[in-house]
């Protein structure tokens, strides 16, 4: 067995090889570097302070040349065919003449053993392609951490001049959402042979979808598929029209037989220009920034209230009389900030 990468032994960017300056990254990351540019990424998700500190300049200095891109989220159940899609699908935009780039989401804090294999294996040919970049979930950690990793690498990546950008969750759970809220366009793969399916999926995923890709109508699966389409067709009709009065579209695709990822490209497209046109494109992607402000802002308050030693001692405390019951678990979060804004009360 060949032995493991010394370099992630040793703790990675550590004793690596030399750290580059702010200029050398966002210079190799506009040339479009994809070395420079998994440097640059893996330099994001670095905790240590002086990392954090270059890594931020970087952003900073890339964030004028980011954005030129369609950014695309695709979710799914495991085994609903997610990576085979973004293989053949990815293709297609590759041959489009697109540069494209695969990002994967994962916010579970324990990372499954199939997702660390999966990253390996899953997509070998694109990741043989010049023209693409496929980087696995940043691990672990908070779903604000994870969050920001993954728009920082999407800023990394169009500064290097990747216009299509894919955000794959892996795994099921917080992923979703996250993913919604930081793409253009939210793609929702589901099987062929709705029915109980259709019963147990989440309702407002299905509400956030802008697409839904039946996945595998090959091979025998034709007839399910489209009873499917339908079924999700009539469910998406059920929901309130949005404002900005896109209607999510059902579509039959194989990524085995390539049959409708053609329809894919052509909804994606149509897509980027109805919402362009009316304005909705901009003011998607405003309030997704303005949404993760706020959203880092309480997970940065947070976690400035509990680096305090004394404030986590007082909300154990607290935490004892929520769990009795004698103490109201809003209450408690009041006196926590209270205490940690002006230290505890005589
Ligand atoms: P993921 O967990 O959502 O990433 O799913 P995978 O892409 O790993 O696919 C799960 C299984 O479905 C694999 O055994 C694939 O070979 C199979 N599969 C994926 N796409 C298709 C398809 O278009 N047609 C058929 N028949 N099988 C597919």
């Keep these: 067995m060949p032995p493991l990468n010394p370099r992630l032994l040793s703790g990675g960017l550590d004793r690596g090889p030399r750290r580059k300056s702010a200029a050398e990254y966002i210079e ?7 070395v ?3 440097q640059a990424i893996t330099l994001t998700e670095s905790t240590r302070p002086e990392d954090q500190k270059l890594a931020s300049e970087v952003i900073h ?4 040349h980011a954005g030129k891109s369609l950014r695309i989220g695709i979710t799914g159940i495991p085994g609903v065919g997610k990576s085979t899609f973004i293989e ?3 293709q297609l935009l590759l041959e489009k003449g697109h540069r494209l780039s695969v990002l994967a989401i994962d916010p579970s804090s324990e990372r499954s053993k199939g997702s ?5 294996t899953r997509m070998e040919s694109l990741t043989r392609e010049e023209n693409a970049y496929i980087r696995p979930s940043p691990s672990g950690g908070s ?12 800023i990394l990546c169009e500064a290097a001049g990747f216009d299509r950008i894919l955000v794959e969750t892996v795994g099921v759970g917080q992923g979703e959402t996250i993913v919604h809220s930081m793409v253009d366009f939210f793609l929702l793969l589901m099987l062929p042979g709705a029915g109980d399916e259709l019963q147990g999926m989440k309702r407002g995923i299905m509400e956030m979808a802008d697409g839904i890709a039946i996945t595998k109508s090959d091979f025998g699966n034709e007839k399910r598929a489209k009873i499917a389409a339908a079924d999700y067709r009539r469910a998406l009709e059920l929901f309130p029209p949005a404002d900005h009065k896109w ?6 695709t194989s990524a085995m037989t390539s049959m409708g990822l053609e329809d894919v490209y052509s909804l994606l497209e149509n897509f980027y220009e109805f919402m362009q046109g009316n304005g909705h494109f901009e003011k998607r992607r405003k309030g997704q920034a303005v949404y993760w402000m706020n959203e880092y802002l ?16 007082y909300r154990n405390e607290l935490r004892e009389q929520v769990t009795e019951g004698s103490l109201s678990p809003f209450e408690a979060a009041d006196m926590l900030l209270r205490h940690a804004l002006e230290g505890p009360e005589d």
Excluded: M
Aim: aromatic share 2%.
């Design 28 to 34: 190799g990351v506009l040339a479009g570097n994809r």
């Design 36 to 38: 420079i540019l998994s």
């Design 61 to 64: 200095s890339c964030l004028p």
């Design 88 to 90: 053949s699908f990815g």
């Design 116 to 120: 660390i294999l999966g990253d390996k």
């Design 143 to 154: 779903p604000g951490g994870v969050a920001r990793k993954t728009r920082e690498s999407i």
């Design 247 to 252: 209607k999510a579209q059902v579509l039959l």
């Design 298 to 313: 309480g997970e940065l308050v947070r976690q400035k209230i509990l680096e305090n030693p004394e404030s986590r001692k």
